[in-house]
Structures are given as C-alpha cells and as structure tokens.
C-alpha cells in the first residue's frame, strides 16, 4: 500500500478541511469553471499545483473512490493557513497574518438597520442575540454561556464569520467601559439577521 494515501481519513475530517478551503478561497466551489479558479489561487497563494481533477474528486464533483494523498491534504491545509494537514487535525489556530475575510460579513455601515437582530455562536456553546441601535452600536438582547449580558451596549463596525469579534466600548454592569473579545480563538457565526 502507498503509505502517501490516507485511507483511513474519516468524511467529517475532510468535510471539514474542504469547507475550510471554501472559507478561504471565500465561496463554495461548485462547477469545473470554480475547480479551475481554486487551483489557481492555491497556486498563486501558497506556489503549490493541484489539477482541477484532484479538487473535483475531493469534492466528490466525480464519482471516482480514490483516498486523498497525504500531500494533497497538506497543501490544502497550507493554504487555509494550517503548517500542514497534521497540524490541522490537531486542531490548532491557522497561522494567517493577512487575507481576504470571505463573504460572510456583516457590515454596520452597509447591511444592518435600526432593530435588526444577529444571533452569534462560538465555543463552547455560546450565544449571544444582539440588536443593532445604529451608527456602529448594538445592544444584547439575550444571551447563554458568556459574560455577555441582557442591556450590555458595545460599538462594533464589522462582524466577520469565523473571525474574533471585538467589542469596544463595552458597557457590562457597573464595569468601566472596556474591549472584549468573542471566539478569540475559533472565531464567530452568526444567523437569524431579521427585524
């Protein structure tokens, strides 16, 4: 057997990688068109080839069972960041300075009005429902698991998935007004943008 294949590599892993690798290209990749514009920009980001054909078979685009190579898992890890796939596995932060923060983003000078709420989520099992007041403030509605509190205010221009959130000018209780980080280490999702 090529000890260069990993079949023993589970589908939630790779699923996992692959969505990575969509967060950081910033979009899904769906059509051979897509396949071709991902090897391209791997190429161009981290000096590594991977054909269109590979990524399709990864992304089960065609129908043909064949394990990932060990290197294609590393290049692909590289990319999104990662020194390697081990590395990934391990569940260590992406080692990223600078890049693109993808397209799930919420601007508060672009896309939120007055009374829009946003759920957000990050680990372990925190959320956070908060309603946006206007002119970058936002107030906590409710909240679970976090120190965040009901009435609490705080200024935030920018809310990127998958990215820390930071709060300035947070008013929590009694507290001095202060900065304060959510997901520092996994970032932040949100949902449920409504009025």
Same mark, same amino acid.
């Given at each position: 057997?090529?000890?260069? +294949?990993?079949?023993?590599? =589970?589908?939630?892993? #790779? &699923?996992? %990688?692959?969505?990575?690798?969509? *967060? ?21 980001? +981290?000096?590594?080839?991977? =054909?269109?054909?590979? #990524? &399709?078979? %990864?992304?089960?685009?065609?129908? *043909? ?131």
């Amino acid at each position: 057997m090529d000890k260069k +294949i990993i079949p023993d590599i =589970s589908a939630r892993q #790779l &699923k996992d %990688l692959l969505m990575r690798v969509e *967060e950081t290209y910033g979009k899904e990749v769906l059509t051979p068109l897509q396949f071709e514009a991902l090897a391209d920009d791997i190429l161009r980001r +981290i000096g590594k080839l991977l =054909s269109p054909t590979t #990524l &399709k078979r %990864l992304w089960g685009y065609l129908k *043909e069972a064949q394990a990932p190579r060990r290197s294609t898992l590393d290049v692909l890890a590289r990319y999104c960041g990662w020194c390697d796939y081990e590395d990934f596995l391990k569940g260590n932060a992406p080692d990223i300075e600078s890049g693109n923060v993808g397209t799930n983003v919420i601007s508060a000078d672009k896309n939120v009005k007055r009374g829009d709420r946003v759920r957000l989520m990050w680990p372990p099992s925190r959320i956070c429902v908060i309603e946006y007041l206007g002119e970058r403030k936002w107030k906590v509605i409710a909240s679970e698991g976090t120190r965040l509190a009901p009435g609490d205010t705080f200024r935030c221009a920018l809310i990127v998935s998958g990215e820390p959130l930071y709060l300035d000018n947070l008013v929590h209780g009694d507290d001095r007004p202060g900065v304060y980080v959510c997901g520092r280490k996994s970032g932040v999702t949100f949902s449920d943008r409504s009025t």
